[in-house]
Structures are given as C-alpha cells and as structure tokens.
C-alpha cells in the first residue's frame, strides 16, 4: 500500500497543488497537521486540498485545532476525508491512528493549540498495536532536531511507538528535521514536511 506523506504546508497552495496532482497514485494520503499559520486563513490550503479524491487522514498541527479543521473540511465537502485527534479509522484493512497539536507544550503562546505529555499519554491510550501512527509531534530524539540540533519530540509520542510498534510513524512539525527518517525499534519514523513522500507499508489484504 503506497502513501503519499506530507505536513507543514502553512497555507502554500501551490505544495498543496502539487500534493493534489500526486494523490492520485497512491493508495492514501497522509496529512500530519500545519496546514496554516497561527490560526489564520485555514480556509485556503483545506479547500485546495479538499481536491483529492484519494482516501485521506489528517491530523490537525499546532497552528490548527481539530475544530477548525472539522469545520474546515464540512464546509468543502471534501469526501474520504478523516480528521484524527486521539481516535482512528481503518482504511482498506490498515488502521491508522492519529494525534494533533503541539507535544509537549510549546514556547509559542496562547494561539498553539498544544498539548502537556500527560494529556499526549491519555489521547493515545487507545492507539492499536501495528497502526499508521500519524502524530504532528514527532517521537523524543527521533527526526526532531531543530536547525540549532535541539531535541523537541515528545516521550509520550515515542512511548507509545515503542509499545504498539506502528508500522509506520508520520510527523512534521519540527521544521528543521523534514524529509528525515529514523528507526524506532520496527518502526519507521518519517518527518514528512511540505513537498511530500511516498512510503510503502505492507497491505494488510495481501500480507
């Protein structure tokens, strides 16, 4: 199963038309949240990406919250859409499982919809063995370095990869880290950014 993976595009529609164009040739796409920036002008980037047909995930960022993005994807009627935030769904026999939002607490102020590790923990308790964890934050020391080599992931994220063992972990958020992978036990680790990946993960229909 081909996914297109991408985060972070803070309301660039032409990362987002280019995103478009490619979602047709893979099996899902995958969206690990920052789709605007600050809380503002959502509207743009969600409508041009509503264009997708492709069965979608996304998660919101900490420029987002789920709320916004809900009301953002209702009002274009995008179809095969799933806005994730402490929940999942499973798409052609593969869960995937999502979490939003800054982990931990990030220094930005009130208008980052961010979360402490101890909520990160409860948001992800439910979080199947095997899943496609799709998580704005990336794990603690894994593809979260910023551009000054600081580690900003979150424990509670990597807690949770080192116990479910996804099958894959899709994040963005920390800029600085996009387009590199990691390894965390079995699980590939991908900070997928702005212009986008495809990663394949085994078919559960075939495997």
Known sequence: MDL??????HGDLDACRRLVDRASEVDVVVGAGDFCV???NLAAPIETLSAIDTPTVLVPGNAETEDEIA???SATGWPG??????DGVTIDGLPFFGIGGGIPITPFGPWSYDFSEAEARTLLADCPEGAVLVSHSPPKNAVDRDSK??????????DVIEAAEPVLTVCGHIHGSWGETAEIGPTAVVNAGPEGLVWEVPSPTTA
């Open 71 to 73: 009301e953002q994807v």
């Open 4 to 9: 297109l993976l991408f985060s972070d595009v």
């Open 149 to 158: 080599g600081q580690s900003l992931g979150s424990t509670a994220v990597r």
């Open 38 to 40: 600050a809380r503002r």
């Open 81 to 86: 859409v799933h806005v994730l935030h402490g």
